[in-house]
């Protein structure tokens, strides 16, 4: 009787094994980076869409945070990359400082605010350089970020 059971039973036996494995999972190891920046025009209502990357999300708090308002920042691009661990880098021309965020559920969690330029950037770019991304304006500005601030500056 037991081997009857265990004959028709089997498959439950072993998925029920196999859930309880794949809980646990954990990828470990996992580059989070991005290759290149995004450059995406900010829309009427304040938002942008990377849509390579399946991410949205309201540039408005940023512009209110840099005093330009709402306004401000429509129409113009906003430059957002994400380094290998995972965390995004987020800034638009006129802005003083990038902005750093860790991904959450269905929210971007504000981490850092770098500054840069006490006047505003005027032509920012980002560039991978793993394990940092760099940031140039420009011609006279040149800096290695990390989601915890900058690591090396060179003013052109």
């Known amino acids: 009787m037991t081997k009857i059971f265990a004959a028709r039973h089997g498959w439950v036996i072993a998925l029920l094994f196999m859930v309880s494995c794949s809980s646990?999972?954990?990828?470990?190891?996992?580059?989070?980076?991005?290759?290149?920046?995004?450059?995406?025009t900010v829309d009427q209502s304040g938002r942008v869409e990377v849509t390579r990357y399946a991410v949205d999300f309201p540039v408005t708090?940023?512009?209110?945070?840099?005093?330009?308002?709402?306004?401000?920042?429509?129409?113009?691009?906003?430059?957002?990359?994400?380094?290998?661990?995972?965390?995004?880098?987020?800034?638009?021309?006129?802005?003083?400082?990038?902005?750093?965020?860790s991904p959450g559920e269905h929210e971007l969690k504000f981490y850092d605010a770098i500054p840069i330029s006490e006047?505003?950037?005027?032509?920012?770019?980002?560039?991978?350089?793993?394990?940092?991304?760099?940031?140039?304006?420009?011609?006279?500005?040149?800096?290695l970020l990390m989601e915890d601030g900058i690591v090396e500056r060179d003013a052109r």
């Open 24 to 40: 646990n999972l954990t990828l470990t190891d996992v580059d989070f980076a991005w290759p290149v920046e995004s450059v995406e």
């Open 119 to 143: 006047t505003g950037l005027q032509d920012p770019a980002f560039n991978q350089r793993s394990p940092h991304i760099e940031l140039i304006d420009g011609s006279s500005v040149k800096v």
């Open 61 to 101: 708090p940023l512009a209110i945070e840099e005093s330009a308002g709402i306004g401000k920042a429509s129409g113009k691009k906003a430059h957002v990359i994400r380094n290998s661990a995972g965390y995004y880098f987020v800034t638009v021309a006129g802005f003083r400082n990038v902005y750093v965020f």
